[in-house]
């Protein structure tokens, strides 16, 4: 299994319910690379202060480990100490159409209203192929607006494979069932999204938000102007809630249901605000600890950098030799 995540600030409950607590679930079933991607928060290079994403990139692998991934069952590395990402993703660049590449939903969404854009953005799905293709990876668990990627990256080891002969492992996506999508709290019509918290404050938990901060988020939350407290029946933003107490507390929603039975949105919220507090109290001592030990944090970054070129360039040289060179 592999995935990774870019070091763009702290991670949002989002986040954790889509990505890091299903690598903390499959630890003990299968091999598993979790990489903090930080060659794609380049994209934008006019947007990047070279010491900031230098932090950003500790704190986000501190919080892969705060949230229970264990160094020892996983592979944990930082993309950019990796050489093999980027030569690969070179080789699957030379294969991949560039209608393809046009097509990507991110790509028109994250160009539209500019006057120009760099080639990076065109191409980055290109080098999360090569991240997910390197360690013949089988299972890639994302969020439904990611399931685009892995489709293509599917496309591009197809192509690749019959162009040059059987390389790559076609790997597959899983979007988890429940809360999957964690929608904004603010609005709740919207994905919960890093980069929409980072200019709306109330759009969005994060993983290292105070109690205070929490509450704030929570009791301002959009719902409706009714009482429906039934999962089935009840508004976005109600559900929406319903939805996080669930997660957070991993009780089931007709427990929750039973509880809230007679009361408003007003109880509703404030249960979801105890169930998140509670949720990330013990994840944000350990993120501490990490953090407080940047020496040590490093050493783990810098031996999970040594066991995934192990892996990576086994998969690179034959990628190489598939197509002639190295």
Not at 244 to 255: F, L, Q, T
């Amino acid at each position: 299994m592999f995935s990774g995540v870019q070091p763009t600030g702290v991670l949002h409950l989002g986040s954790y319910v889509g990505a890091l607590r299903q690598w903390v679930a499959r630890q003990d079933e299968r091999d598993n690379v979790f990489c903090v991607v930080d060659l794609h928060a380049l994209t934008i290079p006019e947007a990047v202060d070279p010491q900031q994403l230098k932090e950003r990139v500790r704190s986000t692998a501190a919080q892969f480990l705060a949230a229970g991934v264990d160094p020892e069952k996983s592979v944990i590395f930082v993309q950019s100490h990796v050489r093999e990402h980027s030569e690969l993703a070179w080789l699957l660049s030379c294969a991949t159409p560039l209608g393809w590449l046009y097509r990507m939903t991110q790509f028109k969404s994250k160009s539209e209203g500019r006057e120009s854009v760099g080639t990076g953005l065109l191409v980055y799905p290109v080098l999360q192929a090569a991240d997910i293709l390197l360690y013949d990876t089988d299972l890639v668990p994302v969020g439904e607006d990611q399931v685009q990627h892995i489709e293509l990256t599917r496309d591009v080891a197809v192509r690749f494979n019959n162009l040059f002969g059987d390389t790559f492992v076609l790997p597959k996506a899983e979007v988890p069932e429940v809360g999957a999508r964690l929608m904004g709290l603010d609005d709740p019509t919207v994905k919960m999204s890093k980069s929409i918290a980072v200019e709306r404050p109330g759009h969005a938990i994060q993983l290292l938000d105070d109690p205070d901060t929490v509450r704030k988020v929570v009791m301002a939350a959009v719902t409706d102007s009714g009482r429906e407290l039934r999962f089935e029946h009840a508004s976005p933003g109600v559900r929406n809630l319903m939805t996080i107490a669930h997660v957070a507390s991993g009780r089931p929603i007709a427990a929750i249901e039973a509880e809230l039975e007679g009361g408003g949105y007003g109880t509703l919220k404030k249960l979801t605000v105890e169930a998140v507090n509670e949720m990330l109290a013990p994840l944000q001592r350990r993120y501490r600890e990490y953090m407080d030990d940047r020496a040590g944090l490093d050493a783990v970054l810098a031996r999970g950098a040594e066991r995934a070129r192990e892996i990576a360039g086994p998969t690179l040289r034959r990628a190489q030799a598939a197509m002639g060179v190295g």
